[in-house]
């Protein structure tokens, strides 16, 4: 039964999490729901006999521990972790500084480590389990100037997701690398994306890409959270649900655009790659 299902999800009061967290309990899942603040679930969400608010540091790890074992002890057990808490960085890669850098992957990269290393245990001995890594297209295709440190977060996620896959499924659990575009959410409002403490005059580059995000694609974008929250279900029920997954019309087309940039420039360069081995002596 759907219902007995439990989903953990993390970065919840707001987003693609907060709009997933509202359609499961509205299909009757089951559903832990973590945020920095207990509160702003509880505002958000409201009373519900389905639903556990927690409030958690996921660059914590004793933090998610505790979490994750309060969720065992509720439910008793978790079926589905979707690892979505996370943040925008903006900033060349020179201008941020290493406490800036080290805070987006401590949130972005760590955090998600933290959750699969203490449920992927759980769903072992269950033999059973999906984990969905919410990455971004910017995590296959990074050539955005003012968001290389967040892009490189993006891309830490995609890769160990990929190793995470194999690993897991000998034990009956689905993992999926999920690349969404960009959806109508508040990832690039001022409370959200964070900025460079101390920018360099001379990327100017850097500063109009940052801009056309925060002032013209904020609030424009062309996918709808809603309609990503009931794909997400949707990919839960596939008897052989896909590893990587994009997510919007717009992250297919820049995933092409890269595949196919990436394939030119590999056989451009073709004599030269394949130019290192050792010379073959004649028998």
Same mark, same amino acid.
């Given at each position: 039964?759907?219902?007995?299902?439990?989903? %953990?999800?993390?970065?919840? $009061?707001?987003?693609?999490?907060? /709009?997933?967290?509202? !359609?499961? #309990? &509205?299909?009757?899942?089951?559903?832990?729901?973590?945020?920095?603040?207990?509160?702003?679930?509880?505002?958000?969400?409201?009373?519900?006999?389905?639903?556990?608010?927690?409030?958690?540091?996921?660059?914590?790890?004793?933090?998610?521990?505790?979490?994750?074992?309060?969720?065992?002890?509720?439910?008793?057990?978790?079926?589905?972790?979707?690892?979505?808490?996370?943040?925008?960085?903006?900033?060349?890669?020179?201008?941020?500084?290493?406490?800036?850098?080290?805070?987006?992957?401590?949130?972005?990269?760590?955090?998600?480590?933290?959750?699969?290393?203490?449920?992927?245990?759980?769903?072992?001995?269950?033999?059973?389990?999906?984990?969905?890594?919410?990455?971004?297209?910017?995590?296959?295709?990074?050539?955005?100037?003012? %968001?290389?440190?967040?892009? $490189?977060?993006?891309?830490?996620? /995609?890769?160990?997701? !990929?190793? #995470? &896959?194999?690993?897991?499924?000998?034990?009956?659990?689905?993992?999926?690398?999920?690349?969404?575009?960009?959806?109508?959410?508040?990832?690039?409002?001022?409370?959200?994306?964070?900025?460079?403490?101390?920018?360099?005059?001379?990327?100017?580059?850097?500063?109009?890409?940052?801009?056309?995000?925060?002032?013209?694609?904020?609030?424009?974008?062309?996918?709808?959270?809603?309609?990503?929250?009931?794909?997400?279900?949707?990919?839960?029920?596939?008897?052989?649900?896909?590893?990587?997954?994009?997510?919007?019309?717009?992250?297919?087309?820049?995933?092409?655009?890269?595949?196919?940039?990436?394939?030119?420039?590999?056989?451009?360069?073709?004599?030269?790659?394949?130019?290192?081995?050792?010379?073959?002596?004649?028998?």
């Amino acid at each position: 039964m759907k219902s007995q299902k439990v989903w %953990f999800v993390t970065g919840a $009061s707001k987003g693609l999490g907060l /709009s997933l967290v509202k !359609e499961l #309990l &509205a299909q009757d899942y089951l559903v832990v729901a973590t945020s920095r603040t207990k509160r702003a679930l509880e505002q958000e969400i409201g009373e519900n006999e389905n639903f556990l608010p927690l409030e958690v540091d996921i660059t914590n790890d004793a933090d998610v521990a505790r979490a994750v074992l309060s969720a065992i002890d509720y439910f008793g057990r978790i079926d589905v972790l979707v690892n979505n808490a996370g943040y925008g960085q903006t900033g060349s890669v020179e201008e941020l500084s290493d406490s800036e850098a080290r805070r987006n992957f401590d949130v972005n990269v760590f955090g998600s480590l933290n959750a699969i290393r203490h449920i992927a245990p759980h769903m072992r001995r269950q033999q059973s389990g999906h984990i969905f890594n919410i990455a971004s297209i910017g995590g296959l295709a990074g050539n955005y100037p003012g %968001f290389g440190i967040y892009c $490189s977060t993006k891309f830490a996620v /995609s890769g160990f997701t !990929e190793a #995470l &896959a194999v690993e897991m499924q000998p034990f009956g659990i689905h993992t999926t690398l999920v690349y969404p575009g960009y959806f109508r959410t508040d990832f690039l409002s001022d409370g959200s994306i964070q900025t460079a403490a101390n920018p360099i005059e001379a990327y100017v580059t850097a500063r109009e890409n940052e801009a056309a995000h925060l002032h013209q694609i904020h609030g424009n974008q062309t996918n709808d959270p809603q309609k990503a929250a009931t794909l997400l279900i949707e990919l839960s029920t596939l008897t052989h649900p896909p590893v990587h997954f994009l997510m919007g019309e717009d992250a297919f087309e820049l995933a092409k655009n890269k595949i196919n940039m990436l394939t030119a420039e590999i056989e451009k360069w073709k004599s030269y790659t394949v130019s290192t081995g050792f010379e073959q002596t004649a028998q």
